[in-house]
């Protein structure tokens, strides 16, 4: 029986594909053989995805149907990765070829199709570097000089794509995110605290929580890029006033990114003692998942190797003393640089968190008292911080504890 070598296989069915999805009508059709495209170009060579897949997906980042555009766009980003070698001929690619064709990405008047764009843009930064990479292993010794100018044109191209996410929806900054730090990575540590910094900042303000909350779900990774100059200058000052956000899963989230770096060893000590006096009174609250991270964040502060015994117990354990129920036990904090011990200890000796009824009741006296003040609350100062009100809160709980003890019996005299 006469067989095909597997060798021609995966071209073949290549060619097959891009022949008949010309003149397929339905879009559900033409994202089959996209995906279909996508699998066996797994099985072939990198000059059979350059000269005929690519194109041809390329071709279908104009179809009318967003749900191509977007398949197209994804499945692109997945054929990108897999090459491993670049003819010379295609060195010019990325600057010459795809970025033109992605463009029209930016201003698609399908909100899918910009999601798309910002899924894949840190994917296909990598990869046009990857390519850059790879050009110069074959390139003469003069020719490598342009590298650093090549490297920039594409940095440039891709921050242009950047400033364009501050103007989409939520949903599409929170899939940019998601990915941050390999976009980072692309750009470096100069033109990510110049350039990138200043444009993912913007992401707070707006009055979507679910970006909030993803911004400092993958900070992390970017703080670790920047280092720790660029962390306390740019950064902290964010993190920390998010602290006071009115959304539960936004100051979890701060606190997560904030015990990460703690134990990363991101963090100097002027931050540690002022998250301490900041982060103390979160041990108070109400919401089990802001309790838990707050004081999973005290134990890494304790535990970190910048602080010694003796900064521990004169700053950290001074500083926590209003909210401990049994402070002779404060003395064995910071003896060992176990978190999971320090956190089993920091649990027994803190007092029992406020429950929901006293929390809303002391916020609704406090915004009495706000509304019947007569001066004007100073630029900044609008409401008080919810730092100082749960340690308000934990004082009125502590006089109305001592309030219900029993009275002595009387004498008789």
């Given at each position: 029986?006469?067989?095909?070598?597997?060798?021609?296989?995966?071209?073949?069915?290549?060619?097959?594909?891009?022949?008949?999805?010309?003149?397929?009508?339905?879009?559900?059709?033409?994202?089959?053989?996209?995906?279909?495209?996508?699998?066996?170009?797994?099985?072939?060579?990198?000059?059979?995805?350059?000269?005929?897949?690519?194109?041809?997906?390329?071709?279908?980042?104009?179809?009318?149907?967003?749900?191509?555009?977007?398949?197209?766009?994804?499945?692109?980003?997945?054929?990108?990765?897999?090459v491993k070698t670049l003819p010379?001929?295609?060195?010019?690619?990325?600057?010459?070829?795809?970025?033109?064709?992605?463009?029209?990405?930016?201003?698609?008047?399908?909100?899918?199709?910009?999601?798309?764009?910002?899924?894949?843009?840190?994917?296909?930064?990598?990869?046009?570097?990857?390519?850059?990479?790879?050009?110069?292993?074959?390139?003469?010794?003069?020719?490598?000089k342009s590298y650093n100018a090549?490297?920039?044109?594409?940095?440039?191209?891709?921050?242009?794509?950047?400033?364009?996410?501050?103007?989409?929806?939520?949903?599409?900054?929170?899939?940019?995110?998601?990915?941050?730090?390999?976009?980072?990575?692309?750009?470096?540590?100069?033109?990510?605290?110049?350039?990138?910094?200043?444009?993912?900042?913007?992401?707070?303000?707006?009055?979507?929580?679910?970006?909030?909350?993803?911004?400092?779900?993958?900070?992390?990774?970017?703080?670790?890029?920047?280092?720790?100059?660029?962390?306390?200058?740019?950064?902290?000052?964010?993190?920390?006033?998010?602290?006071?956000?009115?959304?539960?899963?936004?100051?979890?989230?701060?606190?997560?990114?904030?015990?990460?770096?703690?134990?990363?060893?991101?963090?100097?000590?002027?931050?540690?003692?002022?998250?301490?006096?900041?982060?103390?009174?979160?041990?108070?609250?109400?919401?089990?998942?802001?309790?838990?991270?707050?004081?999973?964040?005290?134990?890494?502060?304790?535990?970190?190797?910048?602080?010694?015994?003796?900064?521990?117990?004169?700053?950290?354990?001074?500083?926590?003393?209003?909210?401990?129920?049994?402070?002779?036990?404060?003395?064995?904090?910071?003896?060992?640089?176990?978190?999971?011990?320090?956190?089993?200890?920091?649990?027994?000796?803190?007092?029992?968190?406020?429950?929901?009824?006293?929390?809303?009741?002391?916020?609704?006296?406090?915004?009495?008292?706000?509304s019947l003040s007569s001066s004007?609350?100073?630029?900044?100062?609008?409401?008080?911080?919810?730092?100082?009100?749960?340690?308000?809160?934990?004082?009125?709980?502590?006089?109305?504890?001592?309030?219900?003890?029993?009275?002595?019996?009387?004498?008789?005299?």
């Amino acid at each position: 029986m006469c067989t095909i070598p597997d060798i021609f296989c995966p071209d073949l069915v290549l060619m097959l594909i891009c022949s008949t999805v010309r003149f397929v009508r339905f879009p559900s059709s033409k994202v089959v053989a996209l995906r279909l495209l996508q699998r066996f170009s797994r099985f072939t060579d990198d000059e059979t995805r350059l000269q005929r897949v690519i194109p041809f997906v390329v071709l279908l980042l104009g179809d009318t149907s967003p749900t191509v555009r977007c398949t197209a766009l994804r499945v692109l980003t997945t054929l990108l990765d897999m090459v491993k070698t670049l003819p010379i001929s295609d060195h010019g690619i990325f600057p010459e070829y795809l970025f033109p064709a992605i463009a029209r990405f930016k201003v698609d008047a399908a909100p899918c199709a910009r999601l798309a764009l910002a899924e894949c843009l840190p994917r296909l930064a990598e990869t046009s570097a990857k390519f850059l990479g790879l050009a110069r292993l074959r390139q003469k010794e003069e020719e490598k000089k342009s590298y650093n100018a090549q490297l920039g044109e594409l940095q440039n191209i891709v921050l242009d794509y950047l400033s364009n996410m501050i103007e989409q929806s939520g949903r599409v900054r929170c899939a940019l995110m998601r990915d941050i730090t390999r976009l980072c990575l692309f750009f470096g540590r100069e033109k990510t605290c110049s350039n990138v910094l200043p444009i993912v900042i913007t992401f707070l303000n707006t009055s979507e929580w679910e970006l909030r909350a993803t911004f400092f779900q993958h900070l992390p990774g970017v703080c670790a890029l920047v280092g720790p100059i660029a962390l306390g200058q740019f950064l902290v000052p964010c993190i920390v006033q998010s602290l006071q956000d009115s959304e539960q899963l936004v100051v979890e989230s701060t606190l997560t990114c904030l015990y990460t770096l703690s134990v990363l060893g991101l963090l100097d000590c002027s931050t540690m003692k002022e998250l301490v006096t900041r982060v103390g009174p979160l041990t108070c609250h109400p919401g089990r998942w802001i309790q838990h991270g707050s004081i999973r964040l005290l134990a890494a502060l304790v535990s970190s190797d910048r602080l010694g015994f003796v900064q521990v117990q004169a700053t950290v354990v001074a500083a926590l003393l209003p909210f401990l129920s049994t402070p002779s036990g404060s003395i064995l904090l910071g003896r060992t640089k176990d978190i999971s011990e320090n956190e089993a200890l920091l649990r027994g000796m803190l007092y029992e968190p406020l429950g929901w009824d006293e929390f809303r009741a002391a916020l609704a006296r406090h915004e009495i008292k706000s509304s019947l003040s007569s001066s004007p609350p100073p630029s900044g100062a609008a409401c008080q911080s919810h730092s100082e009100q749960w340690v308000q809160l934990n004082k009125i709980k502590s006089k109305q504890q001592r309030i219900r003890q029993p009275l002595p019996p009387k004498q008789s005299l």
